[in-house]
Each structure stands twice: as structure tokens, then as C-alpha cells.
């Protein structure tokens, strides 16, 4: 069973920084893709960042292009999102995302879902 565990959600200021990880229970873990997505109130879930198996690609929303950096330690089965610049507009639950076979932008490819962190960003 894939487990994924979402951790360093919080409060922060407008211009704040937060850094999120997201640790993944498989031993393959360098085979998956990782993606983050977020979710305000009453909203869809949204893209955010997107990172390939190697690290080699990424991908971001234009909402957060040049604020948050995603990366990857494959050695410690663990995915990062660093955000920067927080904007009140960035509040929302910070899910990350694990599928194979190339990155997606979308939620419907990712097979396996971590249960969310909280990202709240006070003006």
C-alpha cells in the first residue's frame, strides 16, 4: 500500500515562506512522477507544481511560477514544495500527488493522494 504523508502546512504572514514535504512509502519512489495541488474553500482542486521521476522536469502554475520550487530527494522518498512571497490568494489544503509514466497537470492520472496540509496565509 502507498502511503503519502504531507507535513509543514501552517499560519503565515503575507510574504512569508513555508516549505511542505511530502514522504512517500514505496521503495520505487524514483519511478513516480510527484505532483502538488491545492484546494481553497468552495473551489476545485487546482494544479501547482509538478517534478519527473529524476527531477529533471518541473512544471508550474502560473499563479506560483518564480515563488515556489518543487524538488525531490529520492533517497529519502520525500517530495518538497518551497513557497515564498505567500500570498493571502495561496491559502488553501496542500495535497501532494505520486503517479508513472511522465508528469500530468491534472488530478485525474495520479493514482495515489496524501490526506492534505493546511497552508494559511494571513494579510
Known amino acids: 500500500q502507498v502511503q503519502l504523508v504531507e507535513s509543514g502546512g501552517g499560519l503565515v504572514q503575507a510574504g512569508g515562506s513555508l516549505r511542505l514535504s511530502c514522504e512517500v512509502s514505496i521503495r520505487t519512489f524514483s519511478l513516480y512522477d510527484m505532483g502538488w495541488f491545492r484546494q481553497a474553500p468552495g473551489k476545485e482542486r487546482e494544479f501547482v507544481a509538478t517534478?519527473?521521476?529524476?527531477?529533471?522536469?518541473?512544471l508550474y502554475a502560473d499563479s506560483v511560477k518564480g515563488r515556489f520550487t518543487v524538488s525531490r530527494d529520492n533517497a529519502k522518498n520525500t517530495a518538497y514544495l518551497q513557497m515564498h512571497s505567500l500570498k493571502p490568494e495561496d491559502t488553501a489544503v496542500y495535497y501532494c500527488a505520486a503517479k508513472r509514466f511522465g508528469v500530468a497537470t491534472n488530478t485525474s492520472p495520479y493514482n495515489y493522494w496524501g490526506q492534505g496540509t493546511q497552508v494559511t496565509v494571513s494579510s
Open positions: 517534478i519527473s521521476e529524476n527531477g529533471y522536469f518541473t
